[in-house]
Structure formats: structure tokens, C-alpha cells
């Protein structure tokens, strides 16, 4: 059974930064590509860093820059920097041990498994 567990979501202030992380089993960590999405109210869910089972990462436009992905042992983190009102959502992270094509590392129907969210709500 897979079973992702978000935290490290909160308020903050535009420009500051936090860190999200995904709580897996090591097994899930290492061998299944990962990703974090994120919805805003009354928006579409979208794909904002992506990795695979061999650590190549992808990103959204709208964070390059800005937003880290990376793993170790069991937990999947995000560090993001520079945080705008804009990205204010819930953040979801998602598993799936298929192989992932490029143009979809950032699609949620590439991904089977999902954490129930963390919110993010950044300020002006």
C-alpha cells in the first residue's frame, strides 16, 4: 500500500520561503517517480516539480527558479523560495512506479497515488 503524508505547509509573508516534505516508505522513495501539484480555489490542479526514479527533475514554469525538488530515504521535499500570493494552494504530492515521459512528469493522470494536501497561503 502506498501512502503519502504532506507537511511543512503554513502562512507566510511574499518573498519568504518553506519547505514542504512527503512522508513515504523508503521503498516508495526510491523506486517510484514523484511529483508535487498544487490547486488553488476555483482552479485547475497543476504540476509544479516533478522527479524521477533516476533523480531528473522538472519544473513548472512558474517556479523555475524558485522551487527545489529533491528526495532522500523516505521523504520527498520541495524547498520553495521567493514565495508570491500566486502561489497560494494546497499542495499535493503523487507516486507512480510506471515510467513517466517527459512531456508528462507534470500531469496528474501520470500519477496513482496521492497525499491528502498541505495548504499554503502566502500574503501580500
Known amino acids: 500500500q502506498v501512502q503519502l503524508v504532506e507537511s511543512g505547509g503554513g502562512s507566510v509573508l511574499t518573498g519568504e520561503s518553506l519547505t514542504l516534505s512527503c512522508a513515504a516508505s523508503?521503498?516508495?522513495?526510491?523506486?517510484?517517480?514523484m511529483a508535487w501539484f498544487r490547486q488553488a480555489p476555483g482552479k485547475r490542479r497543476e504540476g509544479v516539480a516533478s522527479i524521477t526514479i533516476g533523480d531528473l527533475a522538472t519544473y513548472a514554469d512558474s517556479v523555475k527558479g524558485r522551487f527545489t525538488i529533491s528526495r532522500a530515504k523516505s521523504t520527498l521535499s520541495r524547498q520553495m523560495n521567493s514565495l508570491e500570493p500566486e502561489d497560494t494552494a494546497m499542495y499535493y504530492c503523487a507516486a507512480d512506479r510506471r515510467h513517466i515521459g517527459p512531456l508528462y512528469r507534470l500531469l496528474g493522470t501520470s500519477y496513482g497515488y496521492w497525499g491528502q494536501g498541505t495548504q499554503v497561503t502566502v500574503s501580500s
Open positions: 523508503e521503498d516508495i522513495v526510491a523506486n517510484y517517480n
